[in-house]
T-cell receptor
Framework: GQNIDQPTEMTATEGAIVQINCTYQ??????LFWYQQHAGEAPTFLSY????GLEEKGRFSSFLSRSKGYSYLLLKELQMKDSASYLC?????????????FGRGTQLTVWP | EADIYQTPRYLVIGTGKKITLECSQT?????MYWYQQDPGMELHLIHY???????EKGDLSSESTVSRIRTEHFPLTLESARPSHTSQYLC??????????FGSGTRLTVV
């Protein structure tokens, strides 16, 4: 299977840094996506890691270790608008479909 | 600008009614997907399509059906809605090795 695990909930204060972890079974995935989903809205793309290491994009960074089946999303200088669910998704490029397998999401609440 | 559109955004319907959820994309993507998402749960793939006239069922057993007569259009139909179909339905498309682009979703309530 493609079990993807991430914490259910996290809280942090404005201006802080938060790291959301994601673990998965190492076989089958060729990359790791992170999506942000606000309540009642569609997921929006944040980052994609296909190689090991850190990808930085503004206040958001994402890290991948393929050998360990581990990724994290790092959010800096938190803002109230960052309160959302963050979805980790493994990319199975081996299938013709090229589909994503999603975790349950981590609900992040940012307090003033 | 690339976009994917879903209508209606919200729908409340009685048990036994037939409904069609619309999904259209303007990006010319071949691959399209329908996901079902309940609150606090992961997205479950219910249907997907490689291209025109190509549709397959996903992981989650679903009583819905889909069609792909045109590249840009991937509607989902429930022949007889039941309360167990109450959920959010998300349509997505992708091209190449990029991630999905999602529509805004349809929140369906069957009473």
């Amino acid at each position: 299977g493609q079990n993807i695990d991430q914490p259910t909930e996290m809280t942090a204060t404005e201006g802080a840094i938060v790291q959301i972890n994601c673990t998965y079974q190492t076989s089958g995935f060729n990359g790791l996506f992170w999506y942000q989903q606000h309540a009642g809205e569609a997921p929006t793309f944040l980052s994609y890691n296909v190689l090991d290491g850190l990808e930085e994009k503004g206040r958001f960074s994402s890290f991948l270790s393929r050998s360990k089946g581990y990724s994290y999303l790092l959010l800096k200088e938190l803002q109230m608008k960052d309160s959302a669910s963050y979805l980790c998704a493994g990319f199975d490029r081996g299938s013709t479909l090229g589909r994503l397998y999603f975790g349950r999401g981590t609900q992040l609440t940012v307090w003033p | 600008e690339a976009d994917i559109y879903q209508t209606p955004r919200y729908l409340v319907i009685g048990t036994g009614k037939k409904i069609t959820l619309e999904c259209s994309q303007t990006m010319g993507h071949d691959k399209m997907y329908w996901y079902q998402q309940d609150p606090g749960m992961e997205l479950h793939l219910i249907h997907y399509s490689y291209g025109v006239n190509s549709t397959e069922k996903g992981d989650l057993s679903s009583e819905s059906t889909v069609s792909r007569i045109r590249t840009e259009h991937f509607p989902l139909t429930l022949e007889s809605a039941r309360p167990s179909h109450t959920s959010q339905y998300l349509c997505a498309s992708r091209e190449g090795n990029y991630g999905y682009t999602f529509g805004s979703g349809t929140r369906l309530t069957v009473v």
